[in-house]
């Protein structure tokens, strides 16, 4: 591969620890209306998609539409957790002050979501102007449209960029846009991001291995 232009990062569970959280949240509300969800069959089944996904998945199987309501009180279970509960995911922003590429956001999540999040962590203003919503386009992870327009607005042709993705639908819309996959072992086990082109275990391996795909040479720690 010839030098990386673009590393689009993931949100939810690769830059803020808030998959532990949601997908508890996720799970105690499809329990509650009737379709018996534990945390990690929400990780297994849902980790990556939209609330639409989810609703997708789940109605059939329950015989009736979830209520009207679903994707509010989500939010507002998900955004009362979230203001106390989360944090970065470890060693990401040590790895961001190293890495010598472009970056962006590409998330499932709505914008008021990815927005809060980011700023909740302290992570808004390294991505300010260069985040992406599911909500921009027609249809969501595991479909590649979300990568590719995140790719387009940033200038990057998609062979140049570099995915960081936790999911099973995300690597699969990584490597359905054309771009390379590097998974991120965190809340989601390793054989679930197989189809990744690479698997790291820890945010400390992140920057070595863009390096291996032709980046340059990372840049050293602050020291401030």
Not at 76 to 83: D, K, M, N, P, T
Not at 105 to 111: K, M, N
Not at 159 to 171: H, L, M, Q, T
Request: hydrophobic share 40%; glycine share 10%.
């Amino acid at each position: 591969m010839t030098r990386p232009e673009l590393v689009i990062f993931d949100n939810d569970g690769v830059l803020v620890d808030s998959e532990p959280i949601a997908n508890q949240v996720l799970a105690g509300l499809l329990t509650e209306y009737g379709w018996p969800t534990t945390f990690d069959d929400a990780v297994r089944t849902y980790l990556g998609g939209t609330l639409q996904h989810v609703r997708d998945l789940v109605e059939p199987r329950l015989g009736r539409a979830l209520p009207p309501d679903f994707e509010d009180r989500y939010h507002e279970q998900l955004f009362a957790r979230i203001g106390t509960e989360l944090t970065a995911v470890p060693g990401v922003a040590e790895a961001l002050d190293r890495i010598d590429l472009p970056t962006c956001v590409a998330s499932s999540g709505a914008h008021p979501r990815i927005e809060r999040t980011l700023q909740q962590v302290g992570l808004h203003e390294r991505f300010a102007g260069r985040i992406f919503s599911a909500d921009d386009v027609a249809r969501g992870k595991p479909f590649p449209d979300l990568f590719l327009h995140a790719a387009e607005q940033c200038g990057a042709p998609p062979e140049r960029c570099v995915v960081i993705e936790d999911s099973f639908n995300g690597v699969r819309a990584g490597r359905a846009a054309g771009m390379i996959v590097i998974g991120y072992a965190g809340v989601t086990p390793g054989d679930r991001l197989a189809e990744a082109d690479v698997i790291i275990e820890t945010m400390g391996e992140l920057v070595g291995q863009l390096e291996r795909l032709g980046a340059r040479p990372s840049r050293s720690r602050p020291t401030s």
